[in-house]
T-cell receptor, first 112, second 113 residues
């Protein structure tokens, strides 16, 4: 079974700070990596996808991928209370037909 | 455009009954996925469709679970003889093709009494 691991959290940051969320994965052949945000009682919402090594920025969000270290991270700049949610790291392993393997999620709390 | 839709949003059933859950993917999306999220558990893959065929059924937890997809669009997940451990949120996602970004529907919350 392929594994995706995340910091267990909860992670608490003050409003305006940078939140850093981390994820490691076990399948070295994985090619596609995603971050989803899930508010309590809601379904996961895709916020970032990344496929190649390096950084990818979208607004206040930056995803970082290091395939050699099998490591993915998400940075949220200028964190807002509305960013408080569970962040799920998901990976598509090489030979798994596109199914997502999820980490357990990191709960983020942004304090005003 | 319209996102993924699922129905019903909530379903309460008695142990031993059969239930059907429906998913309408985003128009034009050829790949469709079913996942399950139990209380306090992570998201668990159930089955994947490419068009109307299901190349990967490896996540179905037992032979009480089945799914079909017709016309390359709507999919139905059927659970026969429901058990209390089937209680969970069942999520459907679709993507343009496999290995692409997946977009989730709102889910169906199933409660088996």
């Amino acid at each position: 079974q392929k594994e995706v691991e995340q910091n267990s959290g909860p992670l608490s940051v003050p409003e305006g700070a940078i939140a850093s969320l981390n994820c490691t994965y076990s399948d070295r052949g994985s090619q596609s990596f995603f971050w989803y945000r899930q508010y309590s009682g809601k379904s996961p919402e895709l916020i970032m996808s990344i496929y190649s090594n390096g950084d990818k920025e979208d607004g206040r969000f930056t995803a970082q991928l290091n395939k050699a270290s099998q490591y993915v991270s998400l940075l949220i700049r200028d964190s807002q209370p509305s960013d408080s949610a569970t962040y799920l790291c998901a990976v598509i392993p090489w030979d798994q037909g596109g199914k997502l393997i999820f980490g357990q999620g990191t709960e983020l709390s942004v304090k005003p | 455009g319209a996102g993924v839709s699922q129905s019903p949003s909530n379903k309460v059933t008695e142990k031993g009954k059969d239930v059907e859950l429906r998913c309408d993917p985003i128009s034009g999306h050829t790949a469709l996925y079913w996942y399950r999220q139990s209380l306090g558990q992570g998201l668990e893959f159930l089955i994947y469709f490419q068009g109307n065929s299901a190349p990967d059924k490896s996540g179905l937890p037992s032979d009480r679970f089945s799914a079909e997809r017709t016309g390359g669009s709507v999919s139905t997940l059927t659970i026969q003889r429901t058990q209390q451990e089937d209680s969970a949120v069942y999520l459907c996602a679709s993507s343009l093709a496999h290995n692409n970004e997946q977009f989730f529907g709102p889910g169906t919350r199933l409660t088996v009494l």
